[in-house]
C-alpha cells in the first residue's frame, strides 16, 4: 500500500507562484507515472500534469502548460508541481496520484491518491 501526502497548498494573489509537494510512503514506490489532478468547486476532477518515474517525461494539460512544471525526486520518493503565473481559474483541491500501470496515467483511473491540497488564487 502507497500513501501519498500532499502539502504546499495555500492562497496567493492572482501572478503569484506556489510550489505542490507529494511525498510517497509504504512499500518500496516504483510507479511507472505520477501526477497532479485537481478539482474545484462544482466540476470534475480534471488532470494537470504527469511525469514518468523512470524515464522523467513529463506531459501537461494545455491550461497550464509553460506555466507550471512536473518534477520528481526519486532518492526522496517525491513529486513536485511548481505553479507560476497562477489564476484564479486554478483555484482548486490539488491531488497527487500514481500509477504502476504502463500507460499514460491521465486515460487511466490511478492506483494510488493522496488526500488534496488547497490552492486558492485570488483576483
Known amino acids: 500500500q502507497v500513501q501519498l501526502v500532499e502539502s504546499g497548498g495555500g492562497l496567493v494573489q492572482a501572478g503569484g507562484s506556489l510550489r505542490l509537494s507529494c511525498v510517497a510512503s509504504g512499500r518500496t514506490f516504483n510507479p511507472y507515472g505520477v501526477a497532479w489532478f485537481r478539482q474545484a468547486p462544482g466540476k470534475e476532477r480534471e488532470f494537470v500534469a504527469t511525469i514518468t518515474w523512470s524515464h522523467n517525461i513529463p506531459y501537461y494539460q494545455d491550461s497550464v502548460r509553460g506555466r507550471f512544471t512536473i518534477s520528481r525526486d526519486s532518492a526522496k520518493n517525491s513529486v513536485y508541481l511548481q505553479m507560476n503565473s497562477l489564476k484564479p481559474e486554478d483555484t482548486a483541491i490539488y491531488y497527487c496520484?500514481?500509477?504502476?500501470?504502463?500507460?499514460?496515467?491521465?486515460?487511466?483511473?490511478?492506483?494510488?491518491w493522496g488526500q488534496g491540497t488547497q490552492v486558492t488564487v485570488s483576483s
Open positions: 496520484a500514481s500509477s504502476r500501470v504502463r500507460a499514460p496515467i491521465y486515460i487511466q483511473d490511478p492506483d494510488s
